[in-house]
């Protein structure tokens, strides 16, 4: 909504300057977002008449004469067409300065010597979108009652302010300009004057002349009407096409600019028909039939749904009740009675419509939002006043008013104390009664304790105690309200394990030099082709989006390597070689049909995505990520989680991952992630030449199996006895099942195991590889060597039986 | 004798003072005072002097060798410093060259803020509370006091993934979660981070982003709770000098609402681009629950009162580590996000 300053103090007095009005606007919550001057920098230019005009040879120009003050004479050559003599027209005098820092001086244009310049609408700074089509070529003529002499910025109005403002979507109301002076002078403690339709009408009986019924009741709820007969369609004053400018409208004639005006003024739409185009002289409010079709005010045909409310006379559609008017009734130049539709349509049903076809206007953004119903013939006498004014013509007598479903005035009961409490205030009763009163809430019973009152009909969002005290504070002003801490204790808040859990992982990853990214959730289907998945696959299940920005966000994500991805291609192309980050996020799973109560399993996911190698410096060289580094990671946030139950199962049958270099990860028996090196063919379909180190893991199973607790075994307090075993097995042993063996074999004197060589080749035979192990024996006394080397022996003795196992020679 | 002795102590002396190792050292030592050195064998003639003559020459001969002990152990303990010194000279490092390098790894600055806040309101008493993204339309409009139709859903463009289901366009419906789950005990204090989706794409909007909504309902909470409590959270994440305004505003599941403004973080209220030279930024937007809020989640508006909040995650991370463009955010550029 935009509004002329010069308009509001119309009908309140307005003392302070447009951006201090602004301001206080803003703080009582009606968001005045800029403030703009409607003089775009002219000055010294005034009315002036043109006297004569002669062509100057071999040019388009002319060369003029005009006065300023009928004494005068100035020379001044003018390219415009126009020009003509006995014209007023908008005069730059020598000095004077328009809009884009243009000087005007003494010149000479093709030898000829020229003072000054004549000017154009557009040339005064007008918005070339909002100039009337009368102005659009050639200088602008003025009218001819015009005061020579006069400023053009007095004439056009260009002494104002735009206040545009950015308003919430309850106080539709200030889609009037009426109601914004209201609100101002409920801020200012100022009366508002409201404007008196007053007009000369004939003895005629608009009923006698006009037949409006109303047969959807439920979603017109009242129709009215007035007529206007004998007029001249012209261009409308510049006083009135100056406040439309103002409220970005272009002027198009006197008949639609003041149905424009009148629904800026009183936020009431209105709209004006040829009466002679109206088939029997009848309106019938009705909804459409099946099929049905209307050719719009833009000319546009457009289809109908049956529950779309029309506005139709004897024979067919005129208009989408609300939206916009049809074609086929429209106001032309030739047109010299006019029939002024006010009425008030069900909100939700003009919203419907509108979203339907595709047409939000001016009308249907009020409609929507509900306007006021007490004002709808009003607004029809308003406009058939300045119909007058501005083309003549005589309004028929009486009015149509069909007023089916009666609007019954909104009373809301407040009781007093209650404002305070709410608010953490201590605001006086007589000034909640004050402020309430001003606003047009008027207090219909009063108890002493609690107050009755009945809100106006512009405010459709005040229903229940708690809008009022909204209004209380607002007006009262917000900054009034102190700071104060709730009553009654509270210790801190905790986090739940899970939640502690997921902050941990987090934490541990950016310590161990990985860092966090963080994708949309939305995917590109085709994923799940780059990705191999199987035709079965619960990853192929994945929440499409009804109405996507673009297929690549189409979907939501059902694995978090999609993201990772990306990621790691985005930095590959800004030659961030060296990667190594994580992803702690949400996938969604589709597990049956959406429903409220049954909605997709969002699984909280890690990924982690490694190419290239660890810093390089001077004193180092990276390391190679690899499918150990990767592990490593892995490895080291179960010791962080305090999993100790872990396996790694080799990974042969997931399509992301190289059948020989990925695992599965095991906690506690359950399957809780994947990692490894991500499988060519994928590499291929993502574009990645270099190798790429994966991991997916269930954050879900890793929170519900980890634990932050922390217990300490006590240190030994006698040395620990150390022995190598170094065995020779087939290449196909899993390390993991050594050890496994080693641990089972070795009584509780066997403290640990680890690995410290593998080895293959050399003097090891084809097809064996040699895994060393360090054995560490522990007790709480001091082992002997007999003790010692009979462990050793027993668990070479398993597996050599169940490994085939040989010592390393 | 006597004179032996005394030649003996200024051999000793002379070659002790030319010392300049330890392995020398050791061996004048060996030489002189060792079980066949030179004083020790001097002194197996002791045997041979008369009944007088021997307590002088021992007596002398004791003088002897605490000298040469003395010089000893003061030219020992020169040549320790002295080899001391030489060897640190020789181990110098140029300690301007870079130190070796640990991966830096870092926490997306979403994820910062995050934490930040909920150290904050964890502090003040709040749990975290989460969600589902995918969410119906019940939990995310109607049971907010949006019901379908309602004009207000037009402040956000949703994206629906069936009439019923759509994905969340703000945290507030866990509003309802919460208060359900609570089941009528109070308080009800929890925060809730999270992602949420919206229709919008362009150099300020990004069709995901964060937000954390918080709620308090409990008996007797006031608006002025609502700004004493966010006027403490903005003041530990901004600054103690840090000041906050409420502003009139409209949210269909508060009232009455209000749109809170920071004091400028860049220019502390004087006026500078980043606030439009107005020396406030917007922050959030809260309210009173609306009573038809409250109802939805099983709460007596005639017996509670509450107040809700949501913080835009990416604005306060914009604003705190000066963050210009908001792309950045999900680019995942690593030059950027290695600066966190």
């Known amino acids: 909504m935009q509004v002329s300053y010069n308009w509001l103090k119309e009908y309140v007095d307005i003392e302070l300057t447009a951006d201090q009005l602004a301001e206080v606007m803003t703080r009582a919550g009606v968001a005045v977002e800029h403030v703009i001057p409607t003089n775009k920098g ?109 400023p053009i910025t007095e004439i056009l109005g260009l002494d104002d302010y735009i206040l545009e ?35 000369t009408a004939d003895n005629d009986d608009i009923n006698n002349l006009m037949n409006v019924s109303i047969e959807a009741p439920e979603l017109c709820h009242r129709y009215a009407g007035k007529m206007i007969r004998g007029i001249k369609v012209q261009p409308s004053p510049f006083w009135l096409q100056h406040r439309l400018q103002c ?116 009308a249907s953004i009020r409609f929507e939002k ?45 009781q007093l104390a209650k404002v305070n409490a709410l608010l953490g205030t201590d605001i006086s009763d007589e000034k909640i009664k004050e402020i309430l009163t001003s606003l047009n809430f008027n207090i219909v019973s009063d108890n002493g304790a609690a107050i009755v009152v009945e809100v106006p009909g512009y405010r459709p969002d005040c229903s229940i105690p708690e809008d009022l005290i909204e209004e209380v504070a607002r007006v009262y002003g917000y900054d009034t309200i ?131 190698k660890s810093l390089t410096t001077w004193k180092q060289s990276g390391i190679n990520y690899d499918f150990f580094y990767l592990k490593g990671v892995i490895e080291e946030l179960m010791e962080e989680l305090k999993i100790a139950d872990v396996d790694y199962v080799p990974c042969k049958d997931n399509s992301i991952y190289h059948p020989g270099r990925a695992a599965y990860l095991y906690v506690n028996g359950q399957k809780a992630g994947v990692f490894g090196e991500l499988h060519p063919t994928i590499a291929d379909n993502y574009g990645v030449e270099d190798r790429v180190y994966l991991a997916e893991t269930d954050v879900d199973v890793l929170v519900e199996v980890g634990s932050t607790n922390i217990q300490v075994k006590p240190l030994p307090k006698f040395p620990a006895s150390t022995r190598d075993m170094a065995v020779v097995v087939a290449e196909t042993v899993a390390a993991s099942d050594l050890e496994k063996a080693i641990r089972g074999a070795g009584s509780e004197l066997l403290d640990d195991v680890k690995i410290f060589d593998v080895y293959q080749g050399g003097q090891i035979a084809e097809g064996h590889k040699s895994i060393a192990f360090a054995l560490t024996f522990q007790a709480d006394r001091t082992l002997t060597v007999e003790e010692v080397s009979a462990e050793y022996d027993k668990i070479f003795a398993v597996l050599e039986e169940k490994f085939n196992a040989t010592v390393r020679a | 004798m006597r004179d032996e002795l005394i030649k003996i102590k200024e051999a000793a002396v002379q070659a002790l003072e030319e010392a300049t190792s330890m392995d020398y ?234 749109e809170i403004d920071i004091s400028c973080c860049m220019c502390h209220g004087e006026g500078c681009r980043m606030c439009s030279n107005t020396g406030w930024l917007e922050i959030l937007g809260a309210g009173m629950v609306h009573p038809n809020v409250l109802r939805a989640g099983g709460y007596d508006p005639e017996e509670v009162s509450g107040f809700a909040f949501g913080l835009g995650v990416e604005r306060i991370a914009m604003l705190k580590y000066g963050i210009n463009d908001l792309r950045l955010m999900y680019e995942n550029d690593l030059r950027f996000l290695r600066q966190f």
Request: glycine share 8%; hydrophobic share 40%; proline share 6%.
């Open chain 1, 42 to 150: 002219v000055s010294g230019v005034i009315a002036a008449l043109v006297l004569d005009k002669t062509p100057v040879p071999d040019t388009h120009l002319n060369l003029c004469h005009v006065t300023t003050d009928g004494e005068n004479n100035i020379q001044v050559v003018c390219g415009a067409p126009n020009v003509a003599a006995g014209q007023k027209i908008p005069f730059a005098t020598v000095g004077a300065e328009l809009p884009g820092g243009v000087k005007i001086k003494k010149a000479k244009l093709r030898g000829v010597e020229s003072n000054g310049m004549i000017c154009s609408a557009k040339e005064l700074g007008i918005d070339p979108e909002q100039i009337p089509p009368e102005q659009k070529d050639g200088i602008l003529v003025l009218p001819e009652d015009t005061v020579l002499g006069t």
């Open chain 1, 165 to 199: 403002l950015d308003l919430t979507p309850n106080r539709s109301d200030c889609l009037s300009v009426l109601n914004i002076a209201k609100e101002i002078g409920a801020l200012l403690g100022k009366e508002v004057r409201l404007p008196q339709p007053e007009f």
């Open chain 1, 247 to 362: 409220a970005g409208m272009r002027p198009i004639n006197n008949i639609v600019d003041v149905t424009n005006y009148v629904m800026m003024e009183y936020g009431q739409p209105l709209h004006a028909f040829d009466y002679h185009e109206l088939a029997d002289h009848k309106i019938n409010v009705r909804t459409a039939a099946a099929d049905e079709k209307i050719v719009t005010l833009d000319s546009q045909e457009r289809q109908l749904k049956d529950d779309m409310l029309l506005i139709c006379d004897g024979a067919r559609a005129v208009a989408v009740a609300g939206v916009m008017g049809g074609e086929n009734t429209e106001v032309t130049d030739a047109t010299v009675d006019v029939f002024i539709e006010s009425a008030y349509f069900q909100p939700t049903s003009v919203r419907r419509t509108s979203t339907r076809l595709g047409l939000r206007s001016e």
């Open chain 1, 370 to 414: 509900g306007i006021n119903m007490e004002t709808v013939l009003t607004a029809a006498e308003r406009a058939a006043q300045l119909m007058q004014m501005t083309g003549g013509g005589v309004v028929v007598g009486g009015a149509v008013d069909n007023y089916p479903t009666k609007h019954e005035a909104v009373t809301i009961e407040l």
């Open chain 1, 482 to 612: 102190p700071q104060t801490l709730p009553y009654g204790t509270s210790g801190r808040g905790t986090l739940t394990p899970a939640q502690k859990l997921r902050d941990v992982l987090i934490n541990k990853l950016a310590g161990l030099g990985l860092c966090e990214v963080m994708n949309y959730s939305f995917i590109n289907k085709n994923n799940d082709e780059k990705l191999g998945y199987p035709a079965d696959d619960i990853r192929r299940n994945s929440v499409p989006i009804l109405n996507p920005l673009s297929e690549e966000q189409g979907h939501m994500r059902t694995s978090i390597v999609p993201g990772l991805m990306k990621t790691v291609l985005f930095n590959h192309n800004h030659r961030n070689d060296d990667i190594a980050i994580f992803e702690l996020g949400k996938i969604y799973l589709l597990e049956g049909e959406l429903k409220p109560d049954t909605l997709a399993n969002e699984k909280w996911t890690l990924g982690i995505a490694m190419k290239g």
């Open chain 2, 25 to 258: 050292l050791n061996e004048q030592k060996v030489r002189f005072l060792g079980k066949k050195g030179e004083l020790t064998t001097i002194l197996k003639g002791m045997g041979k002097l008369s009944a007088e003559e021997r307590p002088v020459v021992g007596q002398l001969a004791n003088e002897v060798r605490d000298e040469i002990n003395q010089v000893l152990d003061r030219k020992m303990a020169e040549v320790k410093t002295a080899l001391q010194e030489a060897k640190l000279a020789s181990e110098t490092l140029d300690v301007t060259l870079p130190g070796r390098a640990v991966n830096h790894g870092t926490k997306h600055p979403i994820t910062k803020v995050i934490d930040e806040a909920k150290q904050i309101f964890l502090g003040l008493g709040f749990e975290v509370a989460e969600g589902p993204e995918i969410e119906s339309d019940y939990y995310n409009f109607e049971a907010l006091n949006l019901p379908k139709d309602h004009p207000a859903r037009d402040m956000q463009d949703t994206f629906y993934i069936n009439p019923e289901i759509v994905l969340r366009t703000q945290t507030s419906g866990v509003q309802v979660h919460s208060m359900e789950e609570k089941q009528g005990a109070l308080p009800v204090k929890v925060i809730c981070p999270g992602k949420v989706y919206r229709k919008d794409d362009d150099a300020t909007h990004s069709p995901m982003f964060h937000q954390i909504e918080g709620l308090l309902v409990d008996k007797n909470i006031r608006m002025s709770d609502l700004n004493g409590l966010l006027l403490s959270f903005c003041q530990e994440m901004f600054g103690k000098d840090t000041k906050i305004r409420m502003r009139p505003s409209y949210f269909p599941f508060t009232e009455p609402s209000v």
